[in-house]
């Protein structure tokens, strides 16, 4: 059975994602009954029993309960311009350029030796020196999709850095200063700094954007911790 109440409930949900041509009814109820019959054809087929759909079928129930239980907790978080200038006076966004050198994952011990070498040899023989300019080190010399701009990774606010390399490019300070080796989790670098945008300058939107972000997860790991005290939880991953 398909109630009129279910039926207008999808309608009105449809309709908002149409605003400029809105789906007929007539469309919506064919829709809701070719949904219906393919969950009646997954039942006979007994799906539901199956590993691999019981295991999407638990990632929607962990969603829904997340947002059942931290939606309230998330509507009530709210940002003040003194807030987000504060948390941005302490990780603000900056332009970088880097050298790179990858350590892909399940790289030896040997291997990450190699391309430390690699990078190291680039610091002493051409950025040191400084006889070639960075962008043309970086285009010569740098691995990734980056190298053929000159290394440029444009602005990136901290949450969108590896944080070793975000410490280490916020900790030259100076626009134009170049690092020495650092490594992150995706390899070796050379960072130059390019500029740190003020707070006069930057999406103001979008840093408070990020702080929601950083409380929602504060919000989440103490909810979850206190899960998983009142849990029985054994770990053993030898």
């Known amino acids: 059975m398909i109630s009129k109440e279910y039926f207008e409930k999808r309608y009105l949900e449809n309709a908002k994602f149409f605003q400029l041509k809105p789906?007929?009814?007539e469309s919506v109820l064919d829709d809701i009954i070719k949904?219906?019959?393919?969950?009646?054809?997954a039942l006979k087929l007994g799906l539901e029993k199956d590993p691999e759909i019981q295991d999407r079928m638990n990632t929607v129930l962990y969603h829904a309960y997340l947002e059942k239980k931290l939606a309230?907790?998330?509507e009530g978080i709210h940002i003040e311009d003194a807030e987000a200038r504060a948390f941005y006076?302490?990780?603000?966004?900056i332009r970088t350029s880097h050298i790179f050198v990858s350590v892909p994952?399940?790289?030896t011990k040997e291997e990450e030796k190699?391309?430390?070498e690699k990078i190291k040899n680039i610091l002493d023989r051409y950025v040191k020196p400084g006889k070639m300019s960075f962008s043309e080190v970086a285009q010569r010399f740098s691995e990734g999709t980056v190298a053929a701009m000159g290394g440029d990774l444009d602005y990136q606010t901290s949450d969108k850095l590896d944080?070793?390399?975000y410490r280490a490019a916020i900790g030259l300070k100076k626009p134009g200063t170049v690092s020495g080796i650092v490594r992150s989790g995706f390899g070796f670098h050379i960072i130059r700094l390019t500029a740190i945008r003020s707070w006069a300058e930057v999406d103001r939107a979008k840093i408070k954007r990020l702080i929601i972000e950083e409380h929602k997860q504060k919000?989440?790991?103490a909810h979850m911790a206190d899960l998983r005290k009142r849990a029985q939880v054994s770990v053993n991953l030898k």
């Open 219 to 221: 919000i989440f790991e």
């Open 35 to 41: 949904r219906e019959l393919g969950i009646q054809a």
């Open 114 to 116: 190699k391309s430390y």
């Open 163 to 165: 944080p070793n390399f």
């Open 23 to 25: 789906p007929t009814r």
């Open 72 to 74: 309230k907790q998330f």
């Open 89 to 93: 006076e302490k990780s603000p966004e």
């Open 105 to 107: 994952p399940g790289t």
